[in-house]
């Protein structure tokens, strides 16, 4: 059990911010119907990051301490722009409370890893909050530690103060989904937590989003453009739908508009050299074309709509 003075040790060395795209974030949070709760880390840097060392924590009620939440130590690696999903991974279990039921088998089936027996941090509810830990630094955190209101109150909520007293409910009943523009975690304990800043939501029990992420990393990368020689055609396209075809395997397009918005986003489960893509939802107009491909490497390219 951790004690209250560990705890404020490991804000105060949480507090040195890591750099945009340099390390681990928390990218998706669901709180679902009973356990259906899952959480999605991303990897925004350009190389794979081995998550031993790495851990969740849950601060249950908001309290100042994990020792009710649970801990979560991570195994495995992310690839990098890449994903790692943690789902509740129990089947019916009792807890202080009463019976809980398993997770749903399909959300389960979406899981890098199960998480564990309850209290373990995909047991949350809406006012649990979830930090992410590399050692002893904290580098992201959702909610807020030691916030009173949560003993309370059953979710942050989108107006002031946040607490869940006003507004609408964010954090319970939700999927959220960390902005592209989130380039790094939280640092250190927000005063207060308003959720809209960094999340946007999605109705309950919505995983259609869960182990793929769009970010701003990505797009701010350099480009590879003279090693994979790759074509899109027809260009411009009168339908808006474009064959890719490279000279190396395909893993992921993104399609930018003149804003620099990321409009269309496609991953390519079985790694092929050419794949379609159907952009006929786009308004006419002039788009970036960006490849990601297996070796890591990135092109891009320009593409009319008609």
């Known amino acids: ?9 490991v804000l105060a060395l949480g507090t040195t911010y890591a750099q945009n795209c340099s390390e681990l974030f928390i990218s998706e949070y669901v709180e679902g119907s009973g356990n259906d709760k899952a959480l999605e880390i991303y990897n925004p840097t350009g190389s794979a990051i081995d998550l031993a060392g790495y851990r969740v924590e849950r601060f249950s009620n908001g309290e100042a301490t994990s020792a009710a939440g649970g801990v979560l130590n991570l195994s495995g690696s992310i690839a990098p722009y890449s994903t790692f999903v943690i789902v509740n991974g129990v089947g019916v279990t009792s807890t ?25 941090p ?26 009173a209101s ?6 942050w909520s989108d107006a002031f103060p946040y607490d869940g007293s006003a507004g609408a409910w964010w954090t319970k009943d939700q999927t959220l989904i960390r902005k592209a523009s989130v380039k790094v975690g939280v640092a250190s304990n927000p005063d207060p937590f308003i ?16 182990g793929q992420h769009t970010c701003d990393c990505f ?54 050299k050419t794949t379609s893509l159907n952009a006929s939802d786009l308004t006419k107009g002039v788009y970036t074309v960006r490849i990601r491909f297996a070796n890591k490497s990135l092109s891009q390219t320009s593409i009319a709509i008609q």
């Not at 009463?98 to 309850?118: C, F, K, N, R, V």
């Not at 949560?150 to 979710?155: C, D, G, I, P």
């Not at 959720?195 to 869960?210: A, C, G």
């Open 195 to 210: 959720v809209t800043t960094e999340w946007d939501s999605l109705p309950k029990d919505t995983w259609t989003e869960l």
């Open 219 to 272: 797009l701010g990368l350099t480009e590879n453009t003279n090693a994979i020689s790759f074509a899109v055609y027809p260009n411009p396209s009168s339908t808006g739908n474009v064959i890719i075809s490279a000279s190396e395997e395909i893993e992921f397009i993104e399609v930018i508009n003149i804003l620099g918005q990321v409009v269309l986003t496609a991953e390519v489960k079985d790694l092929v």
């Open 150 to 155: 949560m003993v309370s109150s059953q979710s």
């Open 122 to 147: 995909t047991f949350m509810n809406g006012n649990d909050a979830i930090a992410l830990f590399n050692g002893s630094t904290m580098i992201d955190l959702m909610g807020k530690i030691g916030d």
């Open 1 to 9: 059990m951790k004690k209250t003075l560990l705890f404020v040790s």
């Open 96 to 120: 202080a409370t009463g019976s809980s039921p398993a997770a749903s088998t399909t959300l389960q089936a979406m899981a890098d890893l199960l998480d564990g027996a309850y209290p373990a």
